[in-house]
């Protein structure tokens, strides 16, 4: 089946250091990847769409230059955390998009702890 | 803008006793229907969708959900819950010409032996 890994599974960064977050599409080839951001015990909030060769398109309120995406092939996307304050501190789940059977397969996630 | 429902925040049950958690969303066009796992420490896994056909649709692990229309709904079934179905359950929706999905909030099962 389609799988999607996310490297580091886990950071602690220090407030004002960035974070790069990798998302990868290990049997398939994904021109659409998805950032999402979850809080503890609630749902999952789409923070960007990420096109393989061209920019991401960001949701309403989040802020483009901070969390930077880097569609860099068809199978890799980065969520780079720039600056990186205590309030970012969350659980960044990607997804890839199965274009032939439009269904989205998730990462594992990547818990970020800025102190 | 679509939105997605989830009423039952969390849900206990006992083993052998049957399911259902409740979806329902706000679109008035053609939708896409999922539900997604999250078990304690993975990753969301795909239950089951909906797109077209037949309303009740079958997933993994013995789940099927109804696609209802004209209640906007989509509840998700199961008739005898194991401890091993303590997760949390989310209910996804994507309308047609948007490629994201909108999540509802979750539904936290929680299987007593």
């Known amino acids: 089946g389609a799988v999607v890994s996310q490297h580091p599974s886990w950071v602690i960064c220090k407030s004002g250091t960035s974070v790069k977050i990798e998302c990868r599409s290990l049997d398939f080839q994904a021109t659409t990847m998805f950032w999402y951001r979850q809080f503890p015990k609630q749902s999952l909030m789409l923070m960007a769409t990420?096109?393989?060769?061209?920019?991401?398109?960001?949701e309403q309120g989040v802020e483009k230059d901070k969390f930077l995406i880097n569609h860099a092939s068809l199978t890799l996307s980065t969520l780079t955390v720039t600056s990186a304050h205590p309030e970012d501190s969350s659980f960044y789940i990607c997804s890839a998009r199965v274009l032939a059977i439009e269904t989205q397969y998730f990462g594992p996630g990547t818990r970020l702890l800025v102190l | 803008a679509q939105s997605v429902s989830q009423h039952n925040h969390h849900v206990i049950l006992s083993e052998a006793a049957s399911l259902e958690l409740g979806c329902n969303y706000s679109y008035g066009g053609t939708v896409n229907l999922f539900w997604y796992v999250q078990y304690p420490g993975q990753h969301l896994q795909l239950l089951l969708k909906?797109?077209?056909?037949?309303?009740l649709v079958k997933g993994i692990k013995g789940f099927e959900a109804e696609f209802i229309k004209s209640k906007f709904s989509f509840n998700l079934r199961k008739p005898s819950v194991q401890w091993s179905d303590t997760a949390e359950y989310f209910c996804?929706?994507?309308?047609?010409?948007?490629?994201?999905?909108?999540f509802g909030s979750g539904t936290r099962l929680q299987v007593q032996p």
């Open positions: 990420s096109n393989e060769g061209s920019k991401a398109t960001y």
């Open positions: 909906y797109f077209s056909g037949d309303p």
């Open positions: 996804a929706v994507r309308s047609t010409g948007r490629r994201a999905l909108t």
